[in-house]
């Protein structure tokens, strides 16, 4: 060149802050080298694959080689929140690879990809995002997904709570497979992979809010691997669905309305750890109203009940599935629950709001 | 039945509050009934498709008829968190859209669809969120992509912002497309398809951080309609990208890193909006440095220059498309610019925190 170069020229910038190297400062959402730093330095270490080190805003990614003659997308979305970010059990980094994972899973689909999208307050210690990000990389490495595509932001401190994880997630649906919320026929039976409220408990326990100590840990977990081995054993399974928010009274709810039936529940036979229905004695809460993390209800046609259930015990994480009830034609709509003593409760949906916020 | 049917219990909450028909209140994120009611009347009405009315934690979509033979997949994400919710020219709902519309056209992709995840803070007026869901509605008809999953999520009053929005996209890349930030060449022509920086001075100007009045409006668009229509005209593009966050300058520092080439800047080519410049003189401030939110990069070889900037004059969102520079061998890694007296100066990327925030 024969142009005389001027210095380098910065930008209209502020001098890069202390302590950013130690925790997030607003420079780090600049879109600018602050940004280009972090990345380098906690997310690409971590969430490192292909489509990730092309450095574009969009990740390129390949369907399954036998996918291209029939089939579905199945996509999914989830926000995290969870206070605190870290919990027994769990974190807020596991909890968002899973939770979109199983969300993608109960259509019956292989998740394939992830997108994550990181709000992060002003002030986040870099260690807690750097523990959160390990926490991913070890939870989409045991689920078998790829996270392809990801974005962050920064607020100003008091405009955000610590941090916040959008996760999406794309899977691939075989040609054939029909399972959703509208599917429960009268005559199905309904079980549940594992005890019920381990992960609400565990989160308020983190919390201190429960004025007492528990051991319940949070049952955080990817349910994928499960799920396609029980297709193999029940190939009919009409319903998949994770009890999350609103606990596993909300979600039958949701069931009972989309295929226009009655779930009727035995409450003898709920799976309930016996710490998760102590603290709930104390603290007035019902277990079948606060959420789980790694659990899965099944809706199956009859002939396939005790194979599925088998299937799910021989899972580290259905060890404790149990028969609950059964799918009847009317009330429709309804989830009814006949009591220990032998009386009948109407199951409704979570109404106005549980207190404490769990998720 | 022959059960006596105790009334009906409906499990341990509060009463529902009061406000919550005209704001946002904890509730609306209990995953219960509050939280169908929001979604069936500001969601749905505005967001319906088959996908979506199914009522799973999934949506379930086909690919193009013709993308069975071969090609990939394109996926994005984008979170969005701008001050305030509403400014001339556009707002958040369109933003959300747009940005992650536009991140996955980058690639040449068809984009087909997207999931949006909200995260809203309590107190946020209803009537805000249905104009910003209202605005996503008309800006994903505008880009021709449907919306097939959603999550909300609600934090208390002082630990969020308003309104986040996260969204995430899928196209559609046929094979054979390979346009990305590493495709630039020596010889090849820069192209950028209007005037820089009116989104951050539109916002800046809508929060009253500019200290006089300014008529400039955003540019939020969707892209992808006119780079399909380029991608006819000029259909060996080497490189595609949205110069958002950290502007024109720290994108082509990006695309030169990528590319190991240097790309050269004309200054007296560079289209600014007269307001925008005059605004950005009294504040200090270097439009090469400022958002924008529909403005597209083309990076094309020399024989296919004048028909793709002639295509994207021909468009709406083009019209004041330029030819801004050059892409030669070296310095690699750099981006320069000859100045309107003739002089050189680095183009850096942006260093540090830029202030004020804008995205």
């Given at each position: 060149?024969?142009?005389?170069?001027?210095?380098?020229?910065?930008?209209?910038?502020?001098?890069?802050?202390?302590?950013?190297?130690?925790?997030?400062?607003?420079?780090?959402?600049?879109?600018?080298?602050?940004?280009?730093?972090?990345?380098?330095?906690?997310?690409?270490?971590?969430?490192?694959?292909?489509?990730?080190?092309?450095?574009?805003?969009f990740?390129?990614?390949?369907?399954?080689e036998?996918?291209?003659?029939?089939?579905?997308?199945?996509?999914?979305?989830?926000?995290?929140?969870v206070?605190?970010?870290?919990?027994?059990?769990?974190?807020?980094?596991?909890?968002?690879?899973?939770?979109?994972?199983?969300?993608?899973?109960?259509?019956?689909?292989?998740?394939?990809?992830?997108?994550?999208?990181?709000?992060?307050?002003?002030?986040?210690?870099?260690?807690?995002?750097?523990?959160?990000?390990?926490?991913?990389?070890?939870?989409?490495?045991?689920?078998?997904?790829?996270?392809?595509?990801?974005?962050?932001?920064?607020?100003?401190?008091?405009?955000?709570?610590?941090?916040?994880?959008?996760?999406?997630?794309?899977?691939?649906?075989?040609e054939?497979?029909?399972?959703?919320?509208?599917?429960?026929?009268?005559?199905?039976?309904?079980?549940?992979?594992?005890?019920?409220?381990?992960?609400?408990?565990?989160?308020?326990?983190?919390?201190?809010?429960?004025?007492?100590?528990?051991?319940v840990?949070?049952?955080?977990?990817?349910?994928?691997?499960?799920?396609?081995?029980?297709?193999?054993?029940?190939?009919?399974?009409?319903?998949?669905?994770?009890?999350?928010?609103?606990?596993?009274?909300?979600?039958?709810?949701?069931?009972?309305?989309?295929?226009?039936?009655?779930?009727?529940?035995?409450?003898?036979?709920?799976?309930?750890?016996?710490?998760?229905?102590?603290?709930?004695?104390?603290?007035?809460?019902?277990?079948?109203?606060?959420?789980n993390?790694?659990?899965?209800?099944?809706?199956?046609?009859?002939?396939?009940?005790?194979?599925?259930?088998?299937?799910?015990?021989?899972?580290?994480?259905?060890?404790?599935?149990?028969?609950?009830?059964?799918?009847?034609?009317?009330?429709?709509?309804?989830?009814?629950?006949?009591?220990?003593?032998?009386?009948t409760?109407?199951?409704?949906?979570?109404?106005?709001?549980?207190?404490?916020?769990?998720?």
């Amino acid at each position: 060149m024969d142009e005389t170069l001027i210095p380098t020229y910065e930008g209209p910038v502020c001098p890069v802050p202390l302590h950013h190297e130690d925790q997030i400062v607003i420079g780090h959402g600049s879109g600018g080298r602050m940004t280009h730093e972090l990345i380098q330095r906690i997310f690409l270490p971590r969430l490192s694959n292909e489509a990730i080190l092309a450095g574009n805003d969009f990740g390129q990614v390949d369907l399954p080689e036998d996918s291209h003659l029939a089939g579905r997308l199945v996509v999914s979305t989830d926000s995290h929140i969870v206070k605190p970010l870290f919990f027994p059990g769990g974190d807020i980094g596991r909890l968002s690879v899973c939770g979109t994972v199983n969300d993608v899973s109960m259509s019956g689909a292989v998740p394939l990809y992830l997108t994550a999208g990181f709000i992060l307050e002003e002030g986040l210690p870099m260690d807690m995002l750097k523990k959160t990000v390990e926490s991913m990389q070890a939870a989409a490495a045991e689920a078998g997904v790829q996270v392809v595509a990801g974005d962050t932001k920064v607020v100003e401190k008091g405009k955000g709570d610590g941090l916040f994880i959008n996760t999406a997630g794309i899977g691939w649906l075989p040609e054939g497979r029909q399972i959703d919320g509208a599917q429960a026929r009268a005559g199905d039976v309904v079980l549940v992979s594992g005890t019920l409220g381990d992960h609400g408990i565990a989160v308020l326990g983190a919390r201190g809010e429960l004025g007492f100590e528990t051991d319940v840990q949070s049952d955080v977990a990817p349910l994928n691997h499960m799920i396609q081995e029980l297709l193999k054993a029940a190939p009919h399974t009409h319903v998949l669905r994770d009890p999350t928010r609103g606990g596993l009274a909300t979600t039958l709810n949701e069931i009972a309305t989309q295929s226009s039936v009655c779930i009727w529940l035995e409450e003898n036979n709920l799976p309930v750890h016996p710490a998760v229905r102590a603290a709930s004695e104390m603290l007035g809460f019902d277990p079948l109203y606060i959420a789980n993390e790694g659990k899965l209800i099944v809706i199956v046609p009859a002939a396939e009940a005790s194979q599925a259930l088998a299937c799910l015990r021989q899972n580290v994480y259905g060890r404790n599935a149990a028969r609950i009830g059964e799918v009847r034609s009317d009330p429709k709509g309804r989830v009814l629950l006949r009591t220990q003593i032998g009386g009948t409760r109407i199951l409704d949906m979570l109404a106005g709001e549980m207190l404490p916020r769990i998720c």
